[in-house]
């Protein structure tokens, strides 16, 4: 996050996604990597894409319930908090869905996050209420298939605020180029980071540790305990 310093101005809209670039679980089971391996493992039983999915984000927000989150990078916790400091819009803008708003909130803060802080003044705003995009506490719930870019502006129309200049981080390249796209056609001047601190450990995602965590979800197994029982520690 360190970047940002350069980048970022006295009128910036910073925009964050959360997983993988604030926070991530301190254990596979849960993680963002791990939602995909479960949309993959419910396609291959024959479900359709939709479907798998929307099963998948209601097993994985079940798992937000009880996971416990760490920040990315160490830092960023502090650095996000400057930002705010210097009396900047912070806000985030995630895939998750708005039924886990609770969870998320309580993570965030666990370590050291208040985006609502620097946010728009207001704690809820409905963007469409068909398909539970919200604005809540200072974090834009839009779910999986919506565009972040698309999504956004509709925010930022409702808040009738023109932004200056944004800058949205977020790890997923998909991501990055929605939100570039769609501000830039709008003629709002953004930077768009695809953020990859957290690329080493997408790689290295071990499905058989999510799957024996899932199995004995209720005491929440470390992925050093995962990997014992499954015969290989390393």
């Known amino acids: 996050m360190a970047a940002l310093d350069g980048i970022v101005g006295d009128d910036t809209l910073i ?4 997983d993988n670039t604030l926070i991530e679980p301190v254990q596979t089971l849960g993680s963002d990597q791990w939602y995909y391996h479960l949309v993959s493992a419910l396609r291959a039983t024959g479900r359709d894409e939709r479907a ?4 998948a984000n209601n097993i994985w927000n079940r798992v937000q319930l009880s996971t416990e989150v760490r920040p990315v990078e160490s830092d960023t916790p502090e650095r996000v908090r400057a930002l705010q400091a ?12 708005e039924d886990v708003s609770g969870p998320t909130e309580r993570q965030l803060r666990s370590v050291g996050y208040q985006l609502s802080t620097a946010a728009f003044g207001v704690n809820q705003v409905v963007l469409d209420a068909a ?9 834009l719930y839009v ?6 870019g698309e999504a956004l502006l509709a925010f930022l129309d409702l ?6 200049h944004v800058v949205f981080v977020d790890d997923k390249e998909k991501h990055a180029r929605s939100v570039d796209a769609a501000l830039t056609a709008r003629g709002i001047p953004v930077v768009s980071v695809r953020y990859g601190a ?12 999510a799957d024996l965590q899932y199995r004995a979800w209720s005491r929440l197994l470390s992925d050093a305990e995962a990997l014992e029982l499954l015969g290989d520690p390393r």
């Open 198 to 209: 957290a690329d080493a450990r997408v790689k290295a995602f071990d499905p058989r540790v």
């Open 52 to 55: 798998a999915h929307t099963e």
């Open 15 to 18: 925009v964050f996604d959360l």
């Open 159 to 164: 808040q009738a605020y023109r932004a200056r």
């Open 131 to 139: 398909a539970r995009a919200i604005y809540r506490g200072g974090i």
């Open 86 to 97: 210097r009396g900047l819009r912070v806000m985030a803008l995630t895939a998750r869905s």
């Open 143 to 148: 779910g999986e298939h919506a565009s972040k």
